[in-house]
């Protein structure tokens, strides 16, 4: 930290690190620590009797509070966000209806006490090779790159370093390792954030990280990369439910720098509030049409799925080929999601809440929704034989076995083990990260993605497409749907036909980005959503603890949320902008 220094402010606000606690409290700088203390300085203080830590949110020449009952700081702790990312984290508690910045400002904080910056540690020359489309929404104060799936973004990033340090944002925690890797190669130095965040404070040519590297300093910051926007990894999960794509977006402008955000498939968001207004720059369509997979399309328009499974002859003739590595890909875990009775055909159902049960690994019928487990018979006609309407990945990988007549490796999310190596694999989309490259990779019940309940369902859906097309060359989709506007999309290497149907629908029904949508979840939740002032947000959902709330914009929405009381004890979970509803 900096020497002593006179004529300082000789008090800070101090807001403490405490979960629930969202007041900041003043209190006095010792004269041995006039020159330590900034804001964003990381403290620590006395609070009701214990030493916590916090940060310094303001420097003042007088407490709110009287003199006499003000107690100064302990101890710096070492270096903290920096006052432009706390005057940001102000503005995204409002923007993700966040009741305290706190959550902001431990993401844009070191995991160890950071007291001396390392010196800046730059390179000389400039960087090769390059992305002219880079360079030139750079030059022109950023925008939406659409590159097609296996485009290779390290070019765009060397146009960025080239502008000054750069901020670069990737979805996983291994991209950002590999992507840090071939910078270094390249002759960049690279702070690979978080654990390097003395080394992005002190100054280096790039900093590298998953979405919180959105709130990670960069010293000298000239520019700013997010690769695939389209990813929903960029999202925090947790409350607030912050998007990093807006962080940046956010920070860059307040910064006056430009930020290029990169996708296959950029979405609505971006394409309607990033790019500029000629829409996204992409390649020629005979270029980006080369960049993505070759998708078959698999129709099963005129098949029974009473009487047919999900391994079709052309999934029978990739899964038989002893020269070809295949990836099965099904979202439905277990053995069975949706059964029928094969005598009466009636939806097997729960007989406590009336959902649709599964079968399970040992036979017996599990209901989801209340956890009711019985013995596997009809509850309509007594028959004990079930029409397997959407299998799970364990009788999936059965049923690929004895077609393919060789083994087969189930891999789901549940897995903490590396997958052991074979030629056929079939498990939940999280075999998309977990396997290694094949040649094909197969979706058998692809319609649940695409006509799922959600209004970003075929955003969602053509994201799969995309990161299955880096793991093989062909992707095969099983469909009753095959002039769906993402198989078209897919098959003609041309997302603009999904935004433009994304467009119409959202635009009619005001969703985002044509306004703001938030969910209110848990007990209590009844009793926040009555507070809200109906004059700007409305209020939907199922009465059940579940509400959707919508305004106009994300401003009007988080102020109207954070202008609610909630009652002590309370788990209501705010949910901005659910990636899942």
Request: proline share 8%.
């Amino acid at each position: 930290m900096s020497t002593h220094h006179v004529d300082r402010p000789r008090f800070a606000r101090v807001l403490p690190d405490v979960t629930g606690l969202d007041k900041p409290f003043d209190y006095s700088i010792p004269d041995d620590l006039l020159g330590d203390v900034q804001v964003g300085t990381i403290v620590r203080v006395e609070l009701h009797g214990r030493r916590i830590g916090g940060w310094v949110t303001a420097v003042l020449d007088e407490p709110g509070v009287d003199v006499a009952d003000v107690k100064p700081i302990a101890k710096v702790t070492g270096h903290g966000p920096s006052p432009e990312l706390i005057e940001l984290a102000e503005w995204a508690h409002v923007r993700w209806a966040a009741r305290r910045i706190r959550p902001f400002l431990v993401a844009a904080s070191p995991k160890r006490a950071v007291r001396v910056l390392p010196a800046p540690h730059r390179r000389a020359q400039s960087p090769a090779p390059s992305s002219p489309a880079t360079s030139q929404l750079l030059s022109t104060g950023g925008g939406v790159l659409r590159l097609p799936p296996r485009s290779d973004v390290l070019p765009s990033i060397l146009s960025a370093i080239d502008v000054g340090p750069t901020l670069v944002v990737v979805p996983t925690h291994s991209d950002a390792q590999l992507l840090a890797s071939r910078l270094r190669r390249s002759g960049a130095t690279v702070a690979l954030v978080p654990d390097d965040w003395a080394m992005a404070a002190g100054g280096v040519d790039v900093v590298v990280g998953t979405r919180t590297a959105a709130w990670m300093p960069c010293a000298g910051l000239a520019a700013a990369i997010v690769v695939d926007e389209h990813d929903e990894a960029l999202q925090e999960e947790r409350s607030p439910t912050w998007h990093a794509r807006d962080v940046v977006a956010e920070r860059c402008l307040r910064a006056g720098v430009p930020a290029v955000f990169i996708s296959p498939i950029p979405t609505l968001v971006a394409v309607e509030e990033l790019a500029g207004p000629d829409g996204p720059v992409h390649p020629s369509p005979e270029r980006e049409r080369h960049g993505w997979p070759t998708v078959q399309i698999v129709d099963r328009t005129d098949d029974d799925p009473w009487k047919k499974g999900l391994v079709t002859a052309e999934l029978i003739e990739r899964i038989r080929d002893p020269l070809q590595r295949v990836l099965c890909i099904s979202n439905i875990t277990g053995r069975a999601r949706v059964l029928a009775c094969r005598t009466c055909r009636a939806l097997v159902r729960c007989e406590t809440c009336d959902a649709a049960v599964g079968l399970r690994d040992d036979g017996r019928l599990a209901c989801r929704r209340c956890a009711t487990v019985r013995p596997p018979v009809c509850q309509e006609c007594g028959a004990g034989a079930f029409a397997n309407l959407r299998p799970g990945v364990t009788r999936i990988g059965e049923e690929l076995e004895a077609a393919a007549n060789r083994r087969v490796v189930v891999v789901t999310a549940k897995d903490d083990a590396s997958p052991v190596r074979s030629d056929l694999y079939v498990g939940t989309e999280a075999a998309l990260y977990r396997v290694p490259p094949v040649d094909v990779v197969a979706f058998l019940e692809f319609d649940s993605e695409m006509l799922a309940p959600r209004f970003r369902a075929s955003e969602q859906a053509l994201a799969l497409i995309v990161r299955a097309g880096r793991l093989a060359p062909t992707v095969l989709v099983q469909t009753f749907e095959p002039d769906h506007e993402v198989l078209r999309a897919a098959s003609t290497g041309d997302p603009q036909v999904v935004v433009d149907a994304e467009r119409e629908r959202r635009s009619m029904l005001g969703l985002p980005p044509y306004g703001a949508l938030a969910s209110i979840t848990g007990a209590f939740s009844d009793e926040v959503v009555s507070q809200l002032d109906r004059e700007f947000v409305q209020v939907g959902g199922d009465g059940d603890d579940r509400h959707l709330i919508r305004a106009r914009d994300w401003t009007t929405l988080g102020t109207a949320v954070n202008a609610t009381t909630r009652p002590p004890g309370s788990r209501v979970r705010v949910a901005v902008d659910p990636p899942r509803i």
